[in-house]
Nanobody, 124 residues
Framework: QVQLVESGGGLVPAGGSLRLSCTAS????????RGWFRQAPGKEREFVAA????????YYAESAKGRFTISRENAKSTVSLQMNNLKPEDTAVYYC?????????????????WGQGTQVTVSS
């Protein structure tokens, strides 16, 4: 089971920025689909963004378009999520996930491995 480790969460004011990173323990996983999801208290886990084998293959939730950018650095088995113009409604635990195939997906059930999550809090 590949391990995914997130970092970069924190507390920021509205309008601020954060960059989340997710590193996989297994280098052979580095070229498969990776995604970011988030879960706020009392809510279901929701899709944020996903990336395929290259930075040109990306998929965003409507709430993330224009503000968030997902990217990957395969040599480091790392996927990042740059979040700009953050809003209080972006407050959640953010999870990195990985799939064993090449199909971009917004469905949590289709991802095979998950990180432990990192808290993002945006103050108003």
């Amino acid at each position: 089971q590949v391990q995914l480790v997130e970092s970069g969460g924190g507390l920021v004011p509205a309008g601020g920025s954060l960059r989340l990173s997710c590193t996989a323990s297994d280098p052979t996983f580095s070229r498969h689909v990776r995604g970011w999801f988030r879960q706020a208290p009392g809510k279901e886990r929701e899709f944020v963004a996903a990336i395929g084998s290259s930075d040109s293959s990306t998929y965003y939730a409507e709430s993330a378009k224009g503000r968030f950018t997902i990217s990957r650095e395969n040599a480091k088995s790392t996927v990042s999520l740059q979040m700009n113009n953050l809003k209080p409604e972006d407050t959640a635990v953010y999870y990195c996930a990985a799939k064993w195939d090449w199909v971009l997906s917004a469905r949590p059930s289709e991802y095979n491995s998950w990180g432990q999550g990192t808290q993002v809090t945006v103050s108003s």
